[in-house]
Nanobody, 129 residues
Framework: QVQLVQSGGGSVQAGGSLRLACTTS????????MAWFHQAPGKKREDSEG???????????YYHGSVKGRFTISQENAKNTVYLQMNSLTPEDTGMYFC???????????????????WGQGTQVNVSS
């Protein structure tokens, strides 16, 4: 059974920072596209917005325009873990954040929701003004 285990998140004031982590198996992590999605309050899960993605070989990264310069996606190979460092948070960043992984071998990477086959349990992020 494929598992993506998330940690981090919480509540912070506008302008603050949070870091999310997503750990999975070596099989899922290696040579794969992994991403973070933001489900805004009141929106359906399938309408989640991809905010950042990384291909775990070559360190190729992709960002949604709304988070460029504020969020950083990174990886730690020894722990099969992908991180999302979120800085300069605004109330619009509030919502559930999901880690996602593509099926190994599919190739490519990006922020399309329907690319991803495996999902974490979700982490709540609350940003107050």
């Amino acid at each position: 059974q494929v598992q993506l285990v998330q940690s981090g998140g919480g509540s912070v004031q506008a302008g603050g920072s949070l870091r999310l982590a997503c750990t999975t198996s070596e099989y899922i992590y290696t040579k794969n596209c992994m991403a973070w999605f933001h489900q805004a309050p009141g929106k359906k899960r399938e309408d989640s917005e991809g905010v950042a993605a990384i291909y775990t070989v070559g360190d190729f990264t992709y960002y949604h325009g709304s988070v460029k310069g504020r969020f950083t996606i990174s990886q730690e190979n020894a722990k099969n873990t992908v991180y999302l460092q979120m800085n300069s948070l605004t109330p619009e960043d509030t919502g559930m954040y999901f880690c996602a992984a593509d099926r190994p071998g599919d190739g490519g990477c990006g922020l399309n929701y329907w690319r991803f086959d495996y999902w974490g349990q979700g982490t709540q992020v609350n940003v107050s003004s």
